[in-house]
């Protein structure tokens, strides 16, 4: 009989590392979830020029245009990409708000911005 109990103990202790374990995997993929958002360059302009994200969302620039361009923070320190050719693209996460203005350092008068609430 006493046998029989110990078993049955074992056994509830064995289910309950189980779930803690299921539990625990649950928690840790649901933190990889980032938001995204995606500019396009294409003739000579950045596609949506005023791009509003939550912080903490990674930005895509994909370079759609035949020649290249670059993606430079006003500032020129927060963010700033090596000269991008067809279809390469550069991203950066905005982990702080505020509203960050940027051009393309090869032809300046290409200006847009992006707004972090
Ligand atoms: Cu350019």
Redesign the pocket.
């Known amino acids: 009989m006493i046998r029989k109990e110990r078993y049955l103990a074992a056994a509830i202790l064995a289910a309950a590392i189980a779930a803690a374990v299921v539990s625990t995997a649950r928690a840790g993929s649901s933190e990889t979830d980032n938001a995204k958002s995606e500019v396009k ?1 294409d003739n ?1 302009s950045f596609a949506p020029g005023e791009l509003t994200v939550a912080k903490g969302t990674t930005v895509l620039w994909v370079n759609r245009d035949d ?4 993606v430079v923070s006003d500032d020129k320190t927060t963010f700033k990409s090596k000269p991008l050719d067809t279809d390469d693209s550069f991203s950066y996460t905005f982990s702080k708000e505020g509203t960050y203005t940027y051009f ?1 350092s ?2 300046p008068k ?1 200006t847009a911005k992006v707004v972090v609430k």
């Not at 020649?67 to 670059?70: A, E, G, Y």
């Open positions: 360059i000579f020649i290249p361009h670059t393309c090869i032809h290409m």
